[in-house]
Structures are given as structure tokens and as C-alpha cells.
């Protein structure tokens, strides 16, 4: 152990310039864990060796510190309180004080006593539920539960305990039993109406979702229907009761795959959460999964798969990837066995599902063989050749619109992503860069970037994006814990797009998304239209490889630390830390009420302010300040609007209420009363704006091809067509084209500049 530390310490400084996500994907073949206290006891050393050294702003670890540890690891291992005793808690209570000394001391009394006891518990407790779950409840009786858990206090005994779960089994029943007779009483209902009249109401309900598929379906439901008999009280509720059983069982099988590493994972983030939210451990699958959600690509088959009892089912097949274009696996296919090349296949009945992912990936070019049990019984083996797999869904993407004769383009940007493996693979800077090009090549007047939802990822992305839309200046200034501050310059004249521009924001436009708001904005390149403010994030990660200091590692695979290594700020020397980025044009959403933003996390850090940057602002349009003054004006008296701040305030109410009734009668009153409460908010679902969105001719010609991609294009359409956000953001850049606008110099060069940096 003691050479581990003195290598830490040769190359500590390292830490402090490792480019963020440094590591690869690694071998999808599975390696070998040992399972040995000291490998948990090394990364306790590496991890508080990695924070001391590498974090902005490292934690004191003491017994102030161990006291917020113990809080949120108890948490974290019983957050409904339906397994652990209080006399459990009494017991671990002395530990409350002791785990900086345990850390310290790398010891893991702890975490043993807390893990094996929990087990314990989680196997007691399957007794329970099977047992409540054999006899009817009585619903007549006039009783309560809560499920604000925080609120509640821990089972003082097993009696008390068991007296839970018959509560929170009894509502699960209660809400299946309710659904089940107001389908019943629907279909009653409806008994009188011939199938022409049902299919007809079903085709209004369902809109522009409506196609042949769903229309023969919902036939065969009819049908069925018909040689059905009404069920009584005392089948529907045997039939709750069965599937709450059935929840259950697929919940403890899925409690069942995790090991002894994976709850060990949960205590090491609850150590490193207390230096600040986005401070996380990655046991070595879940550095896997980062890594494809940044870089939207893997080497595999291109299937999801999801457990079911003891088996793997294929879920879905990824659009483009070898699974999908072979033609021979489905979705519902169950996977029985898994060979790779010429080798024997290996039973994966009963192993974890990641297990059964580690062995169906593997790398480009690799063959692998699946013996697959089809929908219809028949048992087959489909040879697969594995591939580099791109998950659409994580690129940018484009659609056009017309307005008075004008066109417009909207790009959609879900994250920022890049692979860091791979500098001349595609990222969000290139995509983006493209999907510029392609709308000035269909003649659009204006572009808006659609950022909502989008959480962040690379900073070298962003700022290359910020680029696309200014001459050259700063764009994002990063200050290190020292006080060491770099601004982040686009040194290029060259602009991709000069002409009107507007970026769209929410509470969960996060970190990057931020940080191009707050740019576009600082700059008046862009009207920025959103929430009140953005997530409120201010702060820069790096990934590190944990494996780097453990030479001749006999524990497998460490994993990797994403810590804050560093604090962004706005080139006006402002922070988006807590604040966000407030928007030009404020629209409400229906969370606006609810606490989800960086403010309402723990242990985040202040905000501040550092010296502005050089800039200029842009010069090109004269009229943003009208354009925001047009729309503040227009959105006034906005019914929609003021419909849908009504909602979130609705939805705020909704979220405090956490008592149910669990009698009967009072429960269907219950949701009656919220059921006609929601009924007033449905013209915001019903709302259209009535414009038509279409994608590129080039999409358009992939569609013909793929069914897949031809579906989530028309919804995403769909979408943009009843979202008043979006028609806002049109009115604006209607509004900025008062001033006539200046050809665009071309993106090409401008293109091949991210593709150089």
C-alpha cells in the first residue's frame, strides 16, 4: 500500500491537468474481480488521495463531514424505510462520527455491518410481502399512508415493520384495482357503440399518432373485448394483488444482481458527493455507460436489453447498428446463450444482466453468436458481426419551417457531446457546424438552437459552437482553486452564421448550455428564451482513471473519479453558479415551482465573480433590444401561458401532497378530484401552433429507408408543432428581420476549423 501512496505522490500534479473523460472504452471482454477487502480498501486511499489533491474545494474530513456521510449513505440503502429497523439504526448510530476516522484507517467495519444487515433485512422482507399479498385487503377499512419518507420514522419492530409493507403493498393494489374498474366501467360504457363509432373515437384520441399498426391493434382489443365477460370486485382485486406481487418479484430480481461492489459504490458516493454534487465514483460499468453517453457510440450489436426473471430479453435494436441490419434478431427475442467466434457458447440464463452485456459487446470487426429464443417458441442461433454503433438520439439534428413566407431552421443539440479517444470522430461542435450548413443551404433567415434539457458535457465543444456565431473573442472564461484564471477564446474571423439567431433555455439547460446562453447573450448575439433561469451549474469536471496509480493492479478494473477540478465563468465576469443564466424572454414551464436546480442541491459551491473579459459586442443587429421589447409585449396577456404557470403551480400543490387514503371510496374521490383538477390543463397537451416542421432532403431520403428513424422524426415534428416555445422563438426571429440580413460568409472553412481544434 505504502508504494501506491508514494507514487500518488510522485505524480500528483497530474491530477490537476488530466483532460476531462480520459479514459477509453475498455476491453468489453469481462475481467476478472477479485473479490478482496483490499481492493475496497484502496480505492477508500485513492479516491481521498484523488479529492485532496485534485479538487477546487476540498472538504474537510471530519466528524461534521462524517456526520453528512452517515445521513445520506442510510439514505441512499433505505430511502422508503421498508427494510431496516430502528434498533438497525441505533446500532449504526455510533459509527455516525467515526467514519472520518474509518477512512483514514481504511477501515471497513462499517460499511460490513451496514451491507450485511441490509441484506438481511431485504431477505426477511420477501417473506413478508408474499404472505400479505396471499389474502384480499379489506378497503372498507378508513386508514392513511405516507409517503414522505423523510418525515417518517424507522419500524420500531418486525410487528411494525410488516404493518408497512401491508400499507404500501395495499396502495400499489388500491391504484391497480381503481384503473381496472374504470376500464371496466368504460368498456360498459361503450358496449352500446358499434366498432365504426369506437374506432373513430379512438383515431380523434390518438391524433397524428394514428396509423395502420395502432388501428389493428386496437380492433383486436375490441374483439377481445367481446368474448370477455365483466369481471367481478373479487377478480380484479385478485388480479391487483397478482401484479403487485409480480412488481415485487421483478424488483428483488433485480436487488438480487447486485454484489457486494455494487453497494460498496453507494458508500464510496456518499463519501465523495460531500465534497460537491458533482463529485462521482464510477465503478468500471458505470465509467463504460459515461462514456457512450458522451461520445453517443459503441462497439457491439446495437440492441438494449432488459432482464426479465431470469432471463435477457431483447428490448429494442438500435437504428444502423449490425443487429438491425442483419434482420434476424426482434425485440422480445430471449438471449439463452452467448458464443464468441468459433467458441463454446455460455449459458446466460440467470446471470446478471450486466454480465450478459459485457459478453455481447465486444469489439469492431469481432464475431459473436446469440442462441435466441424467438416470440414464437422456435430456437435459433444468430451470428453477429460486431460494429462501431451510433446512438442517434445523442446527436444534433435539424428541421425547417416556414413563416410569412420565410424559412427558419431549429437545431436541436440533446447534450455536448465528443469522444475524447478519437479527435476526427464526430462531436456536438462538427454536428452542429453541419446542420448550420445544411439550413443555408435551404435558404433559412434565421436558426434556433434548442438547448432545453441539455445537461452539458465538453467544454472544448461549446466553445468551438460559440464560435460558429461570433467573429472571434472569448467565450467561456475557467478559474482553478489557486486563483489561476484561462479565457477560452474563438481566434477565428470566419462566421458560420451571421444572421438571426435565438437560443432556447429551461431549468435543465445545464453547465455547457449555460455557458453558450450566457455567451450569446453577453455578446447580444442571441435572444435567449427560457425559464426564469437555467439549472445554475458553474462548475468543470474532469475524469480520472483510477487505474493509473496501481501498477501490477491484481483487482481488476478501479473505475474512474469525475471531480471538479475547476469554476466556469461568464466572459462579463459573472458566474452561472446558483444563478443560471437569466432569459431575455421569460416563459413559464410546469416546473418552474418545484425544487430541482443547483441551488436546491447540498454542498454546492458560492457564487462569485472574477474581472470581465476583452469583448465587443455584435453589431450586426441593431434591432435586439426591440425584438425582446415585441416579445416580452406579445406574451403579456398570454392565455396559454398564464394556463400553463397555472399548471406548475398545480403541479408544486401536487408534489406536497404525499397522504392516501386507503379506503376505497375515498381513495376514487381522491383521484376524481385530481383527475378534474387536471382536466383544465389539458388544452396546454391540445395546444398547436400550427406550423408545419419537415426535415432536410437529406433525412427525408433516410426515412424511405428506415422505419425507426421515420417515426422519431414525425414525432419530434409533432412535438414542435404544439410547443408555444418554440412558435415564440419564430415570432422573435420574425422580429429580428427588420434589418435585412447579411448573406452568411459560408461554414465550410469555418466547419473545418472545429475540425482542426
Do not use: C
Not at 58 to 63: G, K, M, Q, S
Not at 101 to 117: C, E, G, P, S, V
Not at 268 to 296: C, Q, W
Request: charged letters at 30%.
Amino acid at each position: 500500500m505504502n508504494t501506491i501512496i508514494q507514487f500518488m505522490k510522485r505524480h500528483y500534479k497530474k491530477l490537476l491537468i488530466v483532460a476531462a473523460l480520459s479514459i477509453g472504452l475498455w476491453s468489453f471482454m469481462p475481467k476478472t474481480e477479485v473479490s478482496d477487502p483490499e481492493k475496497d480498501k484502496t480505492l477508500i486511499e485513492l479516491l481521498t488521495f484523488v479529492l485532496e489533491k485534485g479538487h477546487y474545494n476540498p472538504a474537510v474530513i471530519d466528524d461534521a463531514f462524517s456526520k453528512q456521510v452517515y445521513a445520506e449513505y442510510i439514505k441512499s440503502l433505505d430511502p422508503s424505510k421498508r427494510f431496516l429497523l430502528q434498533s438497525d439504526l441505533n446500532e449504526f448510530s455510533k459509527y455516525e462520527t467515526r467514519i472520518d476516522d474509518a477512512i483514514r484507517n481504511k477501515d471497513l467495519t462499517f460499511f460490513d455491518l451496514t451491507y450485511n444487515r441490509l441484506i438481511k433485512r431485504m431477505n426477511e422482507s420477501k417473506g413478508y410481502y408474499k404472505v400479505i399479498l396471499e389474502k384480499p385487503f379489506d378497503y372498507t377499512v378508513n386508514e392513511e399512508i405516507s409517503t414522505e419518507y423523510d418525515d417518517i420514522p424507522y419500524a420500531s419492530d418486525v410487528d411494525a415493520l410488516k404493518e408497512r409493507w401491508r400499507k404500501q403493498l395495499k396502495l400499489s393494489s388500491l391504484s391497480y384495482l381503481v384503473d381496472k374498474q374504470e376500464t371496466q366501467e368504460e368498456i360498459v360504457k361503450n358496449s352500446g357503440k358499434t366498432q365504426q363509432e369506437r374506432l373513430a373515437e379512438y383515431k380523434t384520441k390518438m391524433g397524428s399518432k394514428f396509423n395502420a399498426e395502432l388501428e389493428k391493434k386496437f380492433i383486436a382489443s375490441l374483439e377481445k373485448e367481446k368474448n370477455e365477460a365483466p369481471k367481478t370486485f373479487e377478480q380484479l382485486e385478485t388480479e391487483a394483488r397478482e401484479s403487485t406481487l409480480k412488481s415485487l418479484n421483478d424488483y428483488f430480481d433485480l436487488i438480487k444482481d447486485l454484489n457486494r461492489s455494487d453497494w460498496f459504490a453507494i458508500f464510496l458516493n456518499a463519501i465523495v458527493e460531500r465534497f460537491d454534487p458533482h463529485t462521482t465514483y464510477f465503478p468500471a460499468e458505470d465509467k463504460e455507460r459515461f462514456d457512450i453517453s458522451m461520445s453517443g457510440k459503441l462497439e457491439g450489436i446495437g440492441a438494449r436489453l432488459q432482464k426479465k426473471n431470469d432471463y435477457t430479453e431483447i428490448s429494442e435494436l438500435i437504428s444502423g447498428g449490425p443487429a438491425w441490419r442483419g434482420k434476424e434478431l426482434e425485440a422480445g427475442d430471449v438471449v439463452l446463450k452467448v458464443a464468441q467466434g468459433d467458441a463454446e457458447p455460455v449459458d446466460v440464463v440467470g446471470m446478471r444482466l450486466d454480465d450478459v452485456v459485457k459478453k455481447i459487446k465486444g469489439p469492431k470487426g469481432t464475431e459473436v453468436r446469440l442462441t435466441v429464443k424467438k416470440t414464437d417458441g422456435s430456437i435459433r442461433v444468430i451470428t453477429i458481426i460486431r460494429d462501431e454503433v451510433e446512438m442517434e438520439e445523442t446527436y444534433a439534428r435539424s428541421s425547417v419551417v416556414e413563416k410569412n413566407g420565410m424559412k427558419y431552421g431549429i437545431i436541436y443539440l440533446p447534450k455536448f457531446y465528443i469522444d475524447f479517444e478519437n479527435k476526427d470522430s464526430r462531436d456536438a461542435a462538427k454536428d452542429v457546424a453541419i446542420e448550420v450548413e445544411r439550413l443555408k443551404s435551404a435558404n433559412v433567415q434565421g436558426i434556433i438552437i434548442d438547448v432545453r434539457d441539455n445537461g452539458g458535457g465538453s467544454l472544448k465543444t461549446v466553445v468551438d459552437i460559440g464560435g460558429l456565431f461570433i467573429e472571434q473573442g472569448p467565450i467561456v472564461q475557467v478559474r482553478t482553486s489557486e486563483g489561476k484564471k484561462e479565457v477560452l477564446y474563438d481566434r477565428d474571423k470566419k462566421v458560420a452564421w451571421d444572421g438571426p439567431l435565438v437560443i432556447m433555455t429551461n431549468s435543465f439547460s445545464a453547465s455547457a448550455s449555460e455557458i453558450l446562453a450566457a455567451a450569446m447573450q453577453d455578446y447580444k448575439r442571441a435572444v435567449i428564451i427560457g425559464g426564469k433561469q437555467t439549472y445554475g451549474k458553474g462548475t468543470v469536471q474532469n475524469v480520472i482513471d483510477l487505474n493509473q496509480f496501481v501498477r501490477g493492479n491484481a483487482y481488476g478494473d478501479l473505475g474512474a473519479l469525475k471531480t471538479t477540478t475547476q469554476k466556469f465563468y461568464r466572459i462579463n465576469g459573472g458566474s452561472t453558479q446558483l444563478e443560471g443564466v437569466a432569459s431575455d424572454v421569460v416563459m413559464p414551464n410546469k416546473f418552474a415551482y418545484l425544487k430541482m436546480g443547483e441551488r436546491d442541491e447540498k454542498n454546492v459551491m458560492p457564487w462569485d465573480k472574477i474581472e470581465p473579459a476583452d469583448y465587443s459586442l455584435w453589431s450586426k443587429q441593431s434591432n435586439h433590444d426591440q425584438a425582446i421589447a415585441n416579445s416580452k409585449k406579445r406574451l403579456e396577456n398570454n392565455p396559454q401561458l398564464k394556463l400553463i404557470d397555472e399548471n406548475a403551480k398545480w403541479i408544486d400543490q401536487r408534489d406536497k401532497e404525499n397522504s392516501f387514503s386507503l379506503e376505497l371510496n375515498k381513495f376514487k374521490q381522491d383521484q376524481k378530484r385530481i383527475e378534474e383538477g387536471s382536466k383544465k390543463f389539458k388544452a396546454i397537451s391540445d395546444y398547436s401552433n400550427s406550423y408545419k416542421f419537415q426535415s432536410l432532403p437529406y433525412e427525408q431520403e433516410l426515412m424511405q429507408k428506415d422505419e425507426v428513424l421515420k417515426e422519431k422524426r414525425e414525432s419530434w415534428h409533432e412535438s414542435l408543432s404544439k410547443d408555444i416555445y418554440v412558435e415564440e422563438a419564430i415570432r422573435v426571429l420574425d422580429d429580428l428581420q427588420s434589418v435585412p440580413v447579411k448573406k452568411p460568409v459560408s461554414s465550410q472553412l469555418k466547419k473545418q476549423k472545429t475540425l482542426k481544434s
